[in-house]
């Protein structure tokens, strides 16, 4: 594979993750996760995950269900209700059995962890410059 493509591979990578970022997930129980449904005053809500730590909920918070198979699926806070049996977050098109839900849970973005991820794709492709550089050598088309 030519420098170029590996240079460019890189690049794309590190673009997709910055844009992605890396998440930390913590799961919260149900009572916590019920305090989502109702918009604060303050614009902000704080539930306490099941490792003890509280966890800042706003609007453009991450937030899910996961099913008792695995599969997640995304609710709006503060724009979803719960009753004694369902879950219904209308404008996601999702209805769910309480029964079927294997957990509740909020991301938040790892700054740290992502600002590692970047820097070191940052890393690479000035190695990769820096490489292509020193290698080259002086080279003229009557060699």
Do not use: W
Request: hydrophobic content about 45%; some cysteine; aromatic content about 8%.
């Amino acid at each position: 594979m030519s420098v170029l493509k590996q240079a460019i591979a890189i690049v794309c990578v590190g673009a997709m993750m910055s844009t992605l970022g890396c998440y930390t997930t913590y799961v919260v129980p149900q009572a916590e996760f019920e305090k989502l449904q109702v918009f604060p005053e303050d614009r902000r809500a704080v539930v306490q995950a099941q490792d003890g730590s509280g966890v800042e909920v706003t609007e453009e918070t991450p937030v899910y269900v996961r099913s008792a198979g695995g599969r997640r699926y995304a609710v709006t806070p503060f724009n979803f209700k719960m009753t004694s049996t369902q879950l219904v977050a209308s404008d996601r098109d999702t209805l769910l059995a309480l029964g079927d839900i294997g957990s509740f849970e909020v991301d938040h973005l790892s700054v740290g962890l992502t600002a590692t991820v970047i820097a070191t794709g940052v890393a690479a492709v000035a190695g990769l410059i820096a490489y292509t550089i020193i290698s080259t050598g002086d080279k003229s088309f009557s060699q």
